[in-house]
């Protein structure tokens, strides 16, 4: 994989992958899938000299629905947002 840094407070996110059928087993068509609010922090910045990262690799965390700048290194899609968009993190 291409090695990125995110600067200052932004975090590189992997998505975790959407349910796609419910718990009745309907299959739910990609249209109607929302985007995932749920992914796996793979690298942090340094933070700023007024918010310090508390992130770190290898975090599961949940970030608002539109959060972040969706890119594609080495046909994998990942985003790029600021530490404040993340809403919490999954222990």
């Given at each position: 994989?291409?090695?990125?840094?995110?600067?200052?407070?932004?975090?590189?996110?992997?998505?975790?992958a959407?349910?796609?059928?419910?718990?009745?087993?309907?299959?739910?068509?990609?249209?109607a899938?929302?985007?995932?609010?749920?992914?796996?922090?793979?690298?942090v910045?340094?933070?700023?000299?007024?918010?310090?990262?508390?992130?770190?690799?290898?975090?599961?965390?949940?970030?608002?629905?539109?959060?972040?700048?969706?890119?594609?290194?080495?046909?994998?899609?990942?985003?790029?947002?600021?530490?404040?968009?993340?809403?919490?993190?999954?222990?």
């Amino acid at each position: 994989m291409t090695k990125i840094k995110p600067l200052a407070d932004r975090v590189l996110i992997r998505p975790v992958a959407a349910e796609t059928t419910t718990a009745a087993g309907i299959i739910i068509p990609d249209t109607a899938k929302e985007k995932p609010l749920r992914g796996e922090v793979i690298a942090v910045g340094q933070g700023t000299k007024d918010e310090q990262m508390v992130l770190k690799a290898g975090n599961h965390v949940l970030y608002g629905k539109y959060a972040g700048t969706e890119i594609e290194i080495d046909n994998e899609k990942l985003l790029i947002m600021r530490q404040s968009d993340v809403l919490a993190v999954i222990e």
